[in-house]
């Protein structure tokens, strides 16, 4: 039995989460990447492939230590099997269309999609140190 408030909040969190995916670029939202990419001078698509990834990131760490704490640990789990899902798939996508393309700006935009992925994995691994995605984001 879950109460009206509970409800919204989590309706709020998965629509929060679709929005911070959509600025990352990962599933269901890596189709514009490309075009984005193709058309976009190199010293901005440099910007928009590290230091945004890099703050929604920061805002995801701080949000999964906040969620492992705060959630009941059904609603953490589903939670967190979101992630995984959409990390396989983001990787998966990334990867098998970059395969595909032969144009550079492409094949950055593939890649960049692929990485997210590969964070968003890091994500789910371990919710209180994240040290891992700490380095990570400091080589990238």
Do not use: C, E, R
Not at 30 to 46: E, G, H, K, M, R
Not at 68 to 95: D, F, K
């Amino acid at each position: 039995h879950t109460s009206w408030p509970s409800t919204i909040g989590f309706i709020g969190l998965l629509l929060a989460l679709g929005g911070l995916l959509m600025v990352i670029g990962s599933f269901p939202y890596q189709f514009w990447i490309a075009d984005i990419y193709t058309t976009t001078p190199f010293s901005l698509v440099a910007y928009l492939s590290t230091i945004t990834k890099v703050a929604v990131f920061g805002f995801m760490v701080k949000m999964g230590q906040v969620m492992s704490h705060s959630l009941s640990l059904g609603l953490y789990t589903v939670i967190t099997n979101l992630w995984a899902i959409v990390a396989a798939l983001t990787m998966l996508i990334g990867h098998f269309a970059a395969l595909t393309t032969w144009n550079a700006a492409k094949l950055l935009a593939y890649g960049s999609v692929a990485q997210t992925g590969f964070l968003l994995a890091l994500l789910v691994t371990d919710p209180h140190t994240y040290a891992h995605i700490t380095y990570y984001l400091i080589i990238y």
